[in-house]
């Protein structure tokens, strides 16, 4: 179908079904891998990329809320999926039909969802949710993990935490505090197939910590941070454009609102249709470009919500209609998704979780 828009989101399955084969490789076949696609896929369409992960050997794959997992669902009858998030008790019926795996994060949660599950015949599929310092979900209480363990509707199929990777020290602490509860409980009669904490940074830097699950997001799209380890993954996202009008000024003539651009000389100005309310940073006004016949043109002016400006004096080829990178991998004078992130003054992850649904994708392989 075509895009319908000169604005799209480009998205390289082959690269991502790569990376998804390089991460299996570096954490060997007793771990499985359960990718992160939340937030629509960290921008790059869920529904779109999920059956290249499951081809790729996905064990599951996971979603922050409810909502994302019956998108996946509806789309995908027979995947597992897995929702890292809190389910309020008034939806957890929603969480049984769909016959997801539902994080539970203290004893009144896995009990509402037990009694769910039991009023429906059926058992639910959970992981257990142990807080070891992030204090975000969860419950560091061992007797509390082991009463919610001993539920009658819950499947009780893993435990896992989360690290906030605030130092080594405080890393192997929230480590050692997991394997702690699970020796415990598992003294006391508990089995999990599965058992995990480690994400894109930790799965690399401390192999310890793989256990027998890793949760990777970021690094299946392709953008490292590790500290230590290396893995030679490929960004497989790209955002472009195209120039929908060029506009003569006069040095002196400012540009957008407020003109707090204004020319410095006489300036050729390209208008391209992407704005903030498509995902692109406001705030990389006076620091951003755009890429046009491999030539950096800055932005200029205001960023409005549905375009934005760039100056293509120094690109006397640029015309209307003529391909603008937003963000490419880096080579070609394009933006990549590190230097986005650093220029916006935010993460990666943010940058293209952040890109919203109105720029089409386009799947290539
Ligand atoms: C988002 C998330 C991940 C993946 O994080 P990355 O840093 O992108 O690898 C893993 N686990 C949980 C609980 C998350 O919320």
């Not at 390089?22 to 939340?38: C, E, F, L, S, T």
């Not at 015949?121 to 969860?138: E, I, Q, S």
């Not at 100005?269 to 006004?285: F, L, Q």
Request: charged share 25%.
């Amino acid at each position: 179908m075509e895009a319908l828009r000169d604005t799209i989101v480009t998205v390289d399955l082959g690269r991502i079904g790569r990376n998804m084969d390089k991460i299996r490789n570096m954490v060997g076949p007793d771990v499985a891998v359960m990718p992160v696609i939340k937030a629509n896929g960290y921008g790059c369409g869920a529904v779109g990329i999920a059956p290249t992960l499951m081809e790729h050997g996905a064990a599951y794959l996971a979603v922050a809320t409810l909502t994302e997992a019956i998108e996946l669902r509806n789309a995908y009858p027979d995947y597992p999926v897995f929702i890292l998030g809190h389910t309020p008790a008034r939806f957890l019926e929603h969480v049984v039909d769909g016959r997801f795996t539902q994080t539970v994060i203290d004893y009144d949660h896995a009990k509402a969802l037990s009694d769910v599950a039991l009023a429906k015949g059926t058992k639910a599929t959970v992981h257990l949710k142990m807080d070891t310092g992030f204090h975000r979900l969860g419950t560091s209480d061992k007797e509390e993990l082991l009463k919610m363990a001993k539920l009658p509707g819950l499947n009780v199929e893993g435990i896992f935490s989360h690290l906030a990777l605030a130092s080594e020290q405080d890393d192997w602490d929230q480590y050692n505090m997991l394997c702690d509860a699970i020796d415990y409980l598992e003294a006391n009669g508990c089995t999990f197939k599965y058992k995990h904490i480690a994400d894109s940074i930790s799965l690399g830097d401390y192999p310890e910590f793989r256990m027998n699950m890793v949760r990777p997001g970021a690094l299946v799209f392709g953008l490292t941070s590790f500290s230590r380890a290396h893995l030679d993954v490929e960004q497989c996202m790209g955002m472009q454009t195209r120039i929908s009008q060029i506009h003569e000024i006069k040095a002196g003539e400012g540009v957008s609102y407020d003109y707090l651009w204004k020319a410095q000389r006489d300036s050729r100005i390209a208008t391209v249709p992407v704005g903030y309310a498509d995902g692109y940073p406001r705030n990389m006004r006076d620091k951003g470009y755009l890429t046009v016949h491999g030539v950096k043109c800055p932005t200029v002016g205001v960023l409005c919500m549905d375009q934005l400006m760039i100056d293509v004096t120094d690109c006397p080829e640029a015309k209307e209609g003529d391909a603008a990178i937003i963000y490419g991998d880096g080579s070609g004078n394009t933006m990549s998704i590190p230097e986005a992130a650093k220029l916006a003054g935010t993460n990666k992850n943010e940058i293209i979780a952040r890109i919203l649904s109105r720029p089409p994708r386009v799947y290539v392989k």
